[in-house]
C-alpha cells in the first residue's frame, strides 16, 4: 500500500483555466495504465500574474497480457511549476521533476528487471500562447526539457541523458455559467534525442490524446478532474497504451 501524503504546496493556474489537470505522465509500452494526483496551485502575488503548481503522483500499469491498469507500481512522480503571465496572452514557466519509475521483465511472471527501476531528474520550461472565445479558452505551448536518468543507486543509467520538445493544442469548454463544469481535449507530439555513448537522432516518438471533464466546488476550493489518454507510441509499428487518470486540486488555499 502506498500512502500520499503532502506538505502545504504551492500552486494554482492563472486566470484562463486553460491548463487544468495534472496530465498523465508517459508508462512506455503496456496495454493500459491508471494515474492518480494530488496537488496545489496558488497565486504569489496581487496581480496573479504569478503562480506555482506542486504535484504528487503516482501510475500504475497492466502486464503485457492483461488490461488491469492498476496491476503493477510503475511511477511516483514529485513536480513543481513556477508561471509568470507577464502579458495578457501569453505566459512562460519553469519547472523540477523528480521521478523514478519500476521496470519490469518482458516475459512472465513479469518481475521487476535489474535494475528494476529507473530514477529520472527533470529540467524543463513552457512557453504558452492563451486566449478565449465565447465559453472555450484554448491554449498552444511548447515545452522544451532536459532529463537525466540514473539507476536505483544513483549511477548513471545506459541512457543517461535526454533532450525532448513538446508541442500541445489545448480547448476547454464551460458546461455552465459558473464555469465549475469543463470539458477539456489536447493534443501533444514529442520529438526527442537521447545520449548514451554519443547523441541520437533528433525525431519524432509519440503523440498524447487527453479528454478531461473537470467539477470545481469554488467554497471548498477543491477541482476534481477525470480523464481518459490515449498514447500513441512509435511512427511505423504503433503501441496505443489508454490511460484512466483522476486527480484532485486545492485551489488557492492561501490569500494574498
Known sequence: MVKIWSAILLGTIINVNCLAQFSPPGLGE??????????????LNETKTVTSATHLGLGRISTPDAYDPFEKASIYVVNEEITNRFRKNWAYSGALSYRWQNKYKDTSPYDLDTPKARQELRVYGRFSYMNSLNKMDYSFSYRPELRFFYDPDFSAATKNTQFRSRFRAKAAFNLNALETHKISTTAEAMFSTTRSDSWSAFEYQEIRFCLYYSMTLPSQKFTFNLG????????QNITAVHYLAFDIMINNPFHI
Open 30 to 43: 503496456a496495454n493500459t495504465a491508471s494515474w492518480f494526483a494530488v496537488g496545489l496551485k496558488q497565486q
Open 228 to 235: 481518459y489518454m490515449n498514447d500513441l507510441i512509435g511512427k
